[in-house]
């Protein structure tokens, strides 16, 4: 029980299928055929493999894979903007996937917020309501969403550019409106899809500097997707490796360079050898 | 010859249902009419006792805030003057009337409509084939039975505009809320917005250029039915162009058409500048 009360995100065997005959599907897993196999018999798609894991309070965890591996599917399971096929996942001990309509959106406006990998700001409105649309939308008064969101425009550094309109921004300072927005939520966990992958390498480097920089203070529970070894090695405390929607690997960086538990990883760790 | 024991009509089965809606349902269909009357000839009283003059500065008004640029503005007030002085002010003003009605009732009918189809695909499969016959049928085919219910005059008109003005809103407004980007509407489903929220902050807002399109369409296809309206009894420039007709006097049937495509590129003008978002004016 002790390291329940530590873990701020547990996974418990999830599936998630897309298809009409999901519960086929599952039932083909459940008799260890393969993804490709799953597709051909029932043509359904196995998104998330019987995924087990556990996100600890404060930490910045890493989930990393190549793309298809289900780890952009896997990481909407934490706020159900993806309902799973079957499992459990518990967030501070609460079981999410019990929630009705109204306590998810409770739980999306205070406990959770995201980042998304081509921004998801809204065009109409502008930087300043962008960074404050969480809080309007949980109904705080007009005076702390004008506050909240000016203070966090200013800690990322986008002071003097509160009533310009997204379109106006370049990809990084973007981001930086996406980022600014889930951090004036004020919520514990903050998930990140591929939040700086269509950012260029120099932008990128300086946003991770910044999230490191804010998470000394901060202390939130940061989920992270990447499909780059070299980001997930430099902000992961931990790093989860995704095949086919399978766990491969979990660890620290340090584990995961120096005993990757097979071929997958180990290309993955080449490759970066290789490039340095 | 096709074989004669295939052939079949469903116009005797129509006929006596429209003759059973008219006795049965007569009263009915007779309060509708006197009200909808009642606002038609109230609206036109109004805009015919407006000075002239006042008339044209609410309009130049209009297009001011609407197109924020002077030559628009100007070239729109010019144009109106220009209807007035070929003696057809009077008739402008009524054919005013009756095209604001019709579109005020088609978006109050549009709108909500295409917000449903928008939620529900199932909804959308059964509206879009309905919307084709309502856009397709020959206005004469459903102007009869119309005509049975509510008698000769204007609410014929309206409804007979309404069925084939209403179609583009639905349809606009349908695909401008589908077409809100992907990740917009994740981005606010995680933060936790509700569907009010969802629709009045970001849906509408997002599709308003596609359904001021909409708007655009419908009142253009309501000036369209302005001619066959006047063969019902309804008064305007419609009239003119039929009386134009009938007496062979072109010059005055251009005159009214004239006047007709005046109004129509006056409406356009306003309600496409209305439908480019502030946000993109400022760009």
């Not at chain 1, 996974?11 to 299928?17: D, G, R, T, Y």
């Not at chain 1, 966090?152 to 997204?166: A, R």
């Not at chain 1, 399978?246 to 490759?271: C, K, N, S, W």
Request: charged share 20%.
């Amino acid at each position: 029980m002790s390291t329940q009360a530590l873990n701020k995100i547990e996974v418990k065997n999830v599936f998630k299928i897309f298809g009409e005959r999901s519960a086929e599907a599952l039932k083909l897993i459940g008799e260890s055929h393969s993804k490709e196999q799953v597709l051909a018999k029932t043509g359904c798609v196995v998104g998330v493999n019987d995924l087990s894991l556990s996100i600890g309070a404060g930490e910045i965890f890493v989930i990393m894979g190549l793309s298809g591996s289900g780890k952009s599917t896997l990481v909407r399971h934490f706020n159900r903007l993806i309902d799973p096929t079957s499992g459990a996942i518990l967030v501070d001990g609460e079981d999410i996937l019990q929630y009705d309509m109204e306590a998810l959106r409770q739980f999306r406006r205070r406990k959770i917020s995201m980042v998304f990998q081509s921004f998801g700001l809204l065009p109409h409105k502008t930087v300043l309501e962008n960074v404050a649309y969480g809080l309007k939308v949980r109904g705080e008064s007009k005076q702390v969403c004008a506050e909240r969101a000016q203070h966090w425009i200013t800690t990322v550094g986008l002071k003097g550019y509160e009533k310009s309109w997204p379109h106006q921004l370049s990809g990084g300072m973007r981001q930086r409106v996406g980022l600014a927005r889930a951090l004036a939520a004020d919520t514990d966990i903050i998930l990140m899809d591929e939040a700086f992958s269509a950012l260029d390498p120099l932008i990128r480097a300086e946003m991770q500097d910044q999230l490191l920089e804010l998470q000394k203070t901060l202390h939130k529970t940061i989920v992270f997707i990447t499909h780059d070894l070299d980001e997930a090695v430099r902000i992961g405390n931990r790093i989860a490796i995704l095949k086919d929607g399978r766990l491969i690997q979990v660890g620290t960086p340090r584990e995961i360079l120096h005993e990757p538990a097979d071929e997958y990883v180990d290309r993955f760790v080449q490759r970066r050898a290789a490039t340095v | 010859m096709f074989p004669e024991n295939f052939t079949f009509s469903i116009a005797d089965w129509v006929n006596g249902w429209v003759d059973a809606l008219v006795t049965n349902y007569g009263d009915v269909f007779r309060q509708i009419s006197d009200t909808l009357l009642w606002a038609i000839v109230n609206l036109e009283g109004l805009l015919r006792a407006t000075p002239w003059w006042l008339m044209l500065a609410l309009v130049g008004l209009i297009a001011w805030h609407a197109t924020r640029r002077v030559l628009p503005t100007v070239v729109i007030v010019g144009l109106l003057f220009l209807v007035g002085a070929v003696g057809l002010w009077d008739k402008l003003m009524q054919t005013l009337a009756l095209m604001l009605v019709a579109t005020l009732i088609s978006v109050l009918i549009g709108i909500p409509l295409g917000i449903l189809s928008a939620r529900s695909d199932r909804l959308r499969a059964v509206l879009m084939p309905l919307l084709d016959i309502m856009q397709t049928m020959p206005s004469f085919v459903y102007l009869i039975p119309v005509l049975m219910l509510f008698g000769l005059g204007k609410v014929p008109a309206i409804f007979a505009t309404v069925i084939y003005a209403a179609p583009p809103l639905i349809r606009l407004t349908d695909l401008g809320i589908r077409q809100v980007d992907g990740e917009v509407m994740e981005a606010i489903n995680a933060f936790g917005a509700n569907r009010w929220q969802q629709l009045f902050g970001v849906q509408l807002p997002l599709a308003l250029p596609s359904i001021m399109a909409g708007i655009n369409q419908t009142t253009m296809m309501a000036l369209s039915m302005v001619v066959i309206a006047s063969m019902i009894g309804a008064r305007g420039l419609g009239e003119d162009v039929l009386v134009g007709i009938q007496t062979l006097n072109v010059g005055r049937g251009l005159e009214a058409g004239l006047a007709i495509v005046i109004l129509a590129v006056v409406i356009d003008r306003i309600t496409q500048a209305y439908g480019r978002a502030r946000h993109e004016v400022s760009r």
